[in-house]
């Protein structure tokens, strides 16, 4: 993974290309963000950075949280995220990261929380086929059998049930950046992004 950005989904639009084609594109609030921490091979086992956005009041933050911001003189921040990179020697503690580090027609993969829908069935949550209309069936949209008689007698581990829908972390790849507005921290994507407006985002390059 490389160093990314963090941001919020500000809501869906369209673009029209030079051929008069709608074009689906998403518009993100992406940093600026600051490196908070530099993690080492020789110091933590592992390379990565540490960035965090969303300034907030020192009320907002728990005694540790504040403590860690304050040992680097950084101000208060809503949201930590690491991100593993190979040369962490690259970077430095404070350094400002804001969306000129991505350029039009560049992918990126963008992780954030689907849209939670609530408690779904199967036709609606795995895509499972219902059962007949008619002929007395009572069969519409049951699960059904669930598992074996005798043998094993009992429901295997990981069936396919109803339950919650949505809420769980995505992975979208490769959404090709149609337009930076390094002034207003807007970046816009083409395609759609996990969850509703104001979703917290996780942005970077897409190898």
């Given at each position: 993974?490389?160093?990314?950005?963090?941001?919020?989904?500000?809501?869906?639009?369209?673009?029209?290309?030079?051929?008069?084609?709608?074009?689906?594109?998403?518009v993100?609030?992406?940093?600026?963000?600051?490196?908070?921490?530099?993690k080492?091979?020789?110091?933590?086992?592992?390379?990565?950075?540490?960035?965090?956005?969303?300034?907030?009041?020192?009320?907002?933050?728990?005694?540790?949280e504040?403590?860690?911001?304050?040992?680097s003189?950084?101000?208060?921040?809503?949201?930590?995220?690491?991100?593993?990179?190979?040369?962490?020697?690259?970077?430095?503690?404070?350094?400002?990261?804001?969306?000129?580090?991505?350029?039009?027609?560049q992918?990126?993969?963008?992780?954030?929380?689907?849209?939670g829908?609530?408690?779904?069935?199967?036709?609606?949550?795995?895509?499972?086929?219902?059962?007949?209309?008619?002929?007395?069936?009572?069969?519409?949209?049951?699960?059904?059998?669930?598992?074996?008689?005798?043998?094993?007698?009992?429901?295997?581990?990981?069936?396919?049930?109803?339950?919650?829908?949505?809420?769980?972390?995505t992975?979208?790849?490769?959404?090709?950046?149609?337009?930076?507005?390094?002034?207003?921290?807007?970046?816009?994507?083409?395609?759609?992004v996990?969850?509703?407006?104001?979703?917290?985002?996780?942005?970077?390059?897409?190898?």
């Amino acid at each position: 993974m490389s160093l990314g950005l963090l941001g919020n989904k500000i809501g869906m639009t369209q673009f029209f290309d030079e051929s008069c084609n709608v074009i689906p594109v998403t518009v993100l609030r992406t940093g600026p963000c600051t490196i908070t921490q530099i993690k080492t091979i020789l110091n933590d086992g592992y390379n990565a950075v540490q960035v965090g956005y969303g300034s907030v009041s020192i009320k907002s933050l728990t005694q540790p949280e504040l403590a860690h911001l304050q040992k680097s003189n950084i101000p208060p921040l809503k949201y930590l995220k690491e991100f593993p990179v190979d040369n962490p020697n690259d970077f430095q503690i404070g350094q400002i990261l804001n969306v000129s580090m991505f350029t039009p027609g560049q992918f990126v993969n963008l992780v954030g929380k689907s849209s939670g829908k609530g408690f779904s069935g199967l036709q609606k949550r795995h895509n499972f086929a219902r059962g007949p209309m008619t002929h007395g069936s009572k069969n519409h949209r049951e699960p059904g059998s669930i598992g074996m008689g005798t043998t094993p007698g009992r429901v295997l581990p990981g069936k396919k049930m109803a339950g919650q829908l949505g809420n769980k972390i995505t992975h979208i790849k490769r959404l090709k950046i149609m337009e930076v507005y390094a002034e207003e921290n807007i970046l816009v994507v083409k395609g759609s992004v996990p969850g509703k407006s104001g979703n917290l985002l996780s942005i970077f390059p897409s190898n």
